[in-house]
């Protein structure tokens, strides 16, 4: 009896505490929907139109003309000011707006603001949720440190071809490793709650396969089955989504014959009724315009229709808004309950940030622009320390690296000094001139200039043409008048005096941005010919290279005694190659990618699913799936990446078999083989042997790191459970089907390490 009395009053306890634990959230969130309600009525059409409209500043909109704008109500955000001063006056002028409603303060915050991190792919290269999260945290941090509230990051389209310019921007070729890379930038970077003074909006996009344009080609159409695009490409940005990603911004593209911009099926069906997302749905710049060209709109006013009508709250950069919304309301095209839906997914994000109580938060209109770029205001040591993580060693024969600081040292190539170049693209709130080069790390690193020489060598390209297009010139990379000749005869002199030849060789920085596709993914003639001369004096020559997306790299390969992949490293780029050069950082970097070893295999990567006629081993292959010039594999696999040491590794399954709710344990025994302290990132590959529908030879479901001192034996875990062996089936359900399943374990995705289990019916 006691017993039951006690039990009832436990029970009560519980509950009640439930109740008024929900009561706060109940009643916050009445609050807002009445202070809504209420602002709306209060609102015109034309002032909610505003709302909907993202405008930065720039040709015929000149800062006078967005202040007014903004004044009278008709723009809810802009974007692409880094500068304190105008935004404070910015939200000043929309505090004086009819219902004084403050602005989003927007900015492009990619791979770091002031600081500038690696670039993404870089940053994916670590492997490392902590890296990753350091990198997103102090991006977010500094950022609103100069009063900006709202990001369009992370970038989580899924790049399987290294055409696309824009790969630089993305975390690779996986689902997982990307949706990692995703969720950890949306919860660094939002934080608990978006009230908090230090959260920065995030924006995932570009919703969606951007990342999956035909050919490589920038802006091209996107063709793929559902079955793919939601056990793949969907996936990262759902993982973002979930992570909390309170916006979302739509890709330029076509997404199967309808360009997102206008994909009802895309924007309403699956983003909001299938994955029940309430925040705000914002187009990409032009997108609007764009649909025109598309051939789905007829005109500017019929593309605004259209974009409204699949979709779409927020115009970026918007031409058309304020001028065709009222319009189409009147006729009926639209109706003023979709144009109310639109503008409180605007008002509910602003409100949850807390921007109706706060609109000057972080604004300090006294900072002043030399304040803002100062030195000290960076966060060199975890720009650093990100960066080392980020380079990826991928040869070093006869142990060549880490180079002894004694060595006499020849630096050359068109990307050993360029501060430019460093800090990669999408990176417009960096300092070129905080950058640290190569040639500065490395003299610094071994504290005597006079056994560093260094000769430029080659100018990027000879192509005066990609200097136009890509705006080259100036204070971005360097262009050498010289002829070329002499430049490698001056590079082939130092060369023969020292002990150690390194050659920086790659792409300018804004060969690997946005609207820079190419077709051949070699190094430019120059530097070829640079390299070919450089292997001639027969010294040891060690190949950097800086660059945005996997190269094909064959020739070097053979010509290099050791090659480091550094992408672009960022602000403190020159000090973290230096640190690993010289064995202060041992390299733990893994490709995010796949190396092909030329175009033609493209798209290359390894989650492939199998053939009916696999490749054997033993043979050329006919009669096989095989090409009859190339090999099927990449150069360097997704996931690979040496170290200064070895590392053995074995592992067990905690059963051999597995039911609905159980689990399996991974128990991987790693030791350190070698001489040197390092890090090992362990990867954990999954194979659904036979089920429904093919599935991939492999997909990375976890990974972990272990730091390991020489000799030194330890242990990893993991779990894989039910869930994980979800995937889309025949009739497109996400179940699990019982049957066989292999487990791999390794250091790059080659590996055939493997161990398998049941799951039982
Ligand atoms: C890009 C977006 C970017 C936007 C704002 C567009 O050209 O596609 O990724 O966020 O510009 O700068």
Redesign the pocket.
Known sequence: MMIKKLALFLFFLVFSGLLLAQEPNGDASAEKKVFIDNLLSKMTLQEKVGQLRLV?VGGDLTLNKVLDQIQAGEIGGI??TVVEPDLSQMQERALKSPNKIPLFLGF?VIHGHRTVFPINLGIASTWDRSAIAKAAEVSADEATSDGLNIT??P?VDITRDPRWG?VS?GFGEDPYLTSEAGRIFVEKMQKQSLADKKSLVT?V??FAL?GAVEGGREYNSTDMSERKMFQEYLVPYKAAIDAGSRVV?VS?VSVNGIPATANHWLLTEVLRNQWHFDGVVVS???AIRELINHGVASDPKDAVRVAIKAGIDIS??DEYFLQFVPELVKEGAISEDEINQACRHVLELKYDMGLFSDPYRNLDPKLDIETMFANDRLHRKEARDVARRSIVLLKNNDEILPLTKNKKIAIVGPLADSQRDILGSWSGAGRVNLAVTPLEGIKRAVNNSNSVSYAFGANLSDDANLYRFLNLYGETSKFDNRPADKMITEAVKIAKKADVVIAFVGEAEGMAH?SSSRTDLSLPATQKQLLKALKKTGKPLVIVLMNGRPLTLSEEYAQADAMLETWFLGTEGGNAIADVLFGDYNPSGKLPMSFPYNVGQIPVYYSHLNTGRPRGTENMGKYTTSYFDSPNEPLFPFGFGLSYTNFAMDFSLSSSEMNKNGEIIVKVNVENIGNKEGMQTVQLYLQDVTASVSRPVKELIGFENISLKPHEKGEVEFVIKYDMLKFWNDKMQYVAEPGKFNVFIGSDSTTQNKQTFTLLD
């Open positions: 930065s974007f692409n492009d369009w990051a970038m824009r921007e924006s996009k570009h951007y911004m330029l990409d710049h032009g970026m950069n946005e």
